[in-house]
């Protein structure tokens, strides 16, 4: 019969028992039977290293998570610094490009190569809506060579328009005195140049306007229309002179402005009684909130109304708490939140006053409410938690004290006899000893012994 090596016995990892070594195995073991048992020392057992203790000169190896690396904590925070820093030099670039005077530097130029003229340029628009009012900052310019003061040029950025070369009144919205007066000879020129200087106040002039408000409450998405009429009239011949455009600026900090500008005219009275008619130009203003301030307005609207949800449901939790340390946690939260939710409110975009608008009416008031009811109920759950482990302390001591009270009078007591003992003194007093006599009697012949 063959015999069937392995693999690992025919590469010689796996050494099979031969037959001479099996042998000569069994002829050692015949012999130590017959000497009989001997005493051998046996030697000290060596240590077996463990594997897993690092030796001395051995490297530090780093764990790995599912074959991964992971990361140092210290290399974390130094990842999370440096894509803030990412983030904040990326949105910085928002602030780059912008250039003065760029909004109207396109709109000038054409004006004065195809419809010189007059123009007056809107270079603010304040809208008030506490007040109501809306104060428009116009600027008094000549588009053209004709109407151009001489070396004038480059207001808002361009060079073809400046301050006009004629003296103006400027009437607004009709009324009977000049809002503003223009006069070229009143710029100064610079003593080392000779170059005309441009004064703002000089050619620059306020106008304030009624503002209609009647969807002021429903901020953020109040919209407000304004109108207006302007005129402009030589002083040298007391001629109106046409006003080819009005453009004004089309967005500011807290609204999106919507320029729209024609030209009209007014029949006024001439001295020799003749209905005269005047050029002028109206604007039409249709002013509203932008995107973004609407958006930031509804995220605290809707972060406010979250957070007052979270303090109504820390109710049900301090009524179902069992310990007087988280019902003290949630009433933190509740003040906080009684304390932030008028902040966000406050910290809405150029929101308005606390005067009943549609957005507090649905929002800060409510909020306010039910936030004020959260705290009193949670002061409610922690005074019942308060009072019951006040009776459950005074239960314990009653009880405590009933036990002691019984505990002694069961030591001042009598000893009660056993039950045996008790059984037959109950039956002993109960015998008849007049049966016992009778039968001595009977027994000894009726004598008495």
């Known amino acids: 019969m063959s015999t069937r090596h392995s693999f690992l016995s025919t590469t010689g990892l796996l050494r099979s028992n031969s037959s001479v070594s099996v042998a000569s195995s069994y002829h050692a073991s015949t012999r130590d039977t017959m000497r009989g048992p001997t005493t051998v020392s046996s030697p000290a057992p060596t240590p077996t290293p463990d594997p897993q203790a690092p030796g001395p000169n051995s490297a530090k190896k780093l764990a790995t998570r599912a074959g991964v690396l992971p990361l140092g904590s210290t290399f974390i925070v130094i990842l999370a610094g440096f894509f803030s820093l990412l983030f904040i030099v990326c949105i910085s670039f928002a602030f780059m490009g912008l250039e003065d005077g760029s909004e109207f530097k396109d709109t000038l130029n054409d004006l004065a190569r195809n419809s010189p003229g007059i123009v007056l340029v809107g270079d603010n628009v304040d809208v008030d809506v506490d007040e109501p009012a809306v104060t428009v900052r116009w600027s008094i310019l000549g588009c053209g060579s004709d109407f151009m003061l001489p070396q004038s040029g480059g207001i808002h950025g361009s060079d073809l328009c400046g301050t006009p070369v004629m003296a103006l009144q400027i009437f607004v919205d009709g009324d009977d005195e000049p809002t503003a007066t223009y006069d070229p000879q009143r710029m100064p020129f610079a003593s080392d140049s000779g170059q005309r200087r441009s004064i703002q106040n000089l050619y620059q002039f306020d106008s304030d306007h009624v503002l209609d408000v009647h969807e002021a409450r429903l901020y953020p998405f109040d919209e407000y229309h304004l109108t207006s009429t302007i005129r402009a009239i030589s ?215």
Do not use: C
């Open 235 to 449: 002083i040298a011949t007391n001629q109106t002179v046409p006003i080819v455009r009005l453009p004004t600026i089309t967005q500011t900090s807290s609204f999106i402005i919507t320029p729209t500008d024609m030209a009209s005219y007014v029949t006024m009275n001439a001295t020799d009684g003749q209905q005269q008619q005047q050029s002028s130009r109206d604007l039409d203003l249709i002013i509203r909130r932008p995107g973004e301030a609407r958006a930031f307005a509804l995220l605290l609207f809707a972060a406010s109304w979250m957070m007052t949800h979270a303090a109504m449901a820390y109710i049900i939790l301090s009524f179902k708490a069992d310990a007087t340390k988280r019902i003290v946690h949630y009433m933190g939260f509740v003040l906080a939140a009684i304390l932030l939710i008028p902040q966000m409110r406050n910290a809405m975009p150029d929101a308005p006053g606390f005067d009943g608008v549609l957005i507090d009416n649905i929002g800060f008031f409510p909020q306010m409410f039910l936030t004020g009811v959260s705290l009193i109920a949670i002061l409610a759950a922690l005074a019942k938690l308060e009072l019951q482990g006040y009776y459950k302390e005074e239960e314990d001591k009653n009880n405590t004290l009933k036990e002691k009270q019984e505990d002694h009078k069961v030591k001042e007591a009598p000893a009660m006899p056993a039950d045996g003992l008790r059984r037959l003194r109950m039956a002993g007093s109960s015998v008849d000893f007049r049966h016992i006599r009778n039968f001595s009697k009977k027994f000894t012949g009726g004598r008495m012994v």
